[in-house]
């Protein structure tokens, strides 16, 4: 019944998803500016609740048989727009290669990156696999597909306010999390392959966090770096959705 319905049964599988996630940071109280402070930070704040958010994540898709729309897209776009992927990669391995590993510790950077790779898979099976194609199973016009799966990826981070995030705090990364969805957006459809962006994802965060967990910054070249991205990204949809 919900596959008749797929932008229904794609805000069911959100709000579940934040749910899940939401119940599970309460059980084990997560303090979101600590979620990387130590090993058991990182497997009550990443391991286990995103771990079963990605569970229910894949049940639901294998329920609706979206899999193959959900991995894969056609092509979409000018050649230039792969960039994008490529820059953030190289951002993202340039805020990884500042991080003072000794401080951080081999377990622990084990956890963070198993914890990270689950966020990745995750919030990209979400937001650019189920949301869009819910969207997409709609007969939603590009604009339309970009718009609703991005929204939604960035209110997906409203919940850490409710975590420890102050509300500028989340208000800004709510900001950023939409023009990082967008990026996200234009690196499925012109890569055609939902696992570029949870492998550039997983490393962002993986970068991002550990510097938190250890009280360092990124460096200033990963955010230009960033800045830059985001700038592309907004050029890239124009692109996308002028063509």
Request: proline share 4%; aromatic share 8%.
């Amino acid at each position: 019944m919900l596959a008749d319905a797929p932008v229904v049964a794609g805000l069911i599988i959100f709000i579940a998803y934040v749910a899940v996630v939401a119940v599970l940071w309460r059980v084990n109280r997560v303090d979101y500016a600590a979620i990387a402070a130590s090993r058991t930070s990182v497997v009550r704040g990443l391991v286990v609740p995103i771990g079963a958010g990605l569970v229910l994540l894949a049940a639901a898709t294998t329920a609706l048989g979206w899999w193959p729309e959900v991995l894969s897209q056609p092509r979409t776009g000018p050649a230039w727009l792969l960039v994008l992927p490529v820059l953030f990669a190289v951002v993202a391995i340039v805020n990884v290669a500042r991080i003072d590993h000794r401080a951080l510790g081999a377990s622990r950077a084990g956890l963070l990156a198993g914890g990270t790779l689950l966020v990745g898979a995750a919030e990209e099976l979400l937001a650019r696999g189920v949301l869009v194609v819910a969207a997409q199973e709609a007969g939603w016009s590009l604009t339309i597909v970009w718009l609703f799966s991005t929204a939604l990826f960035s209110l997906l981070h409203a919940i850490n306010v409710l975590f420890g995030m102050p509300w500028k705090a989340m208000l800004a990364q709510l900001v950023m999390s939409f023009l990082g969805g967008t990026v996200f957006f234009v690196t499925l459809m012109a890569t055609g392959s939902l696992l570029v962006g949870v492998i550039v994802h997983a490393l962002w965060d993986f970068g991002t966090l550990a510097h938190q967990g250890v009280g360092s910054k990124p460096p200033a070249l990963a955010s230009g770096g960033l800045l830059l991205l985001y700038l592309l990204g907004i050029a890239g949809i124009v692109v996308l959705l002028v063509a």
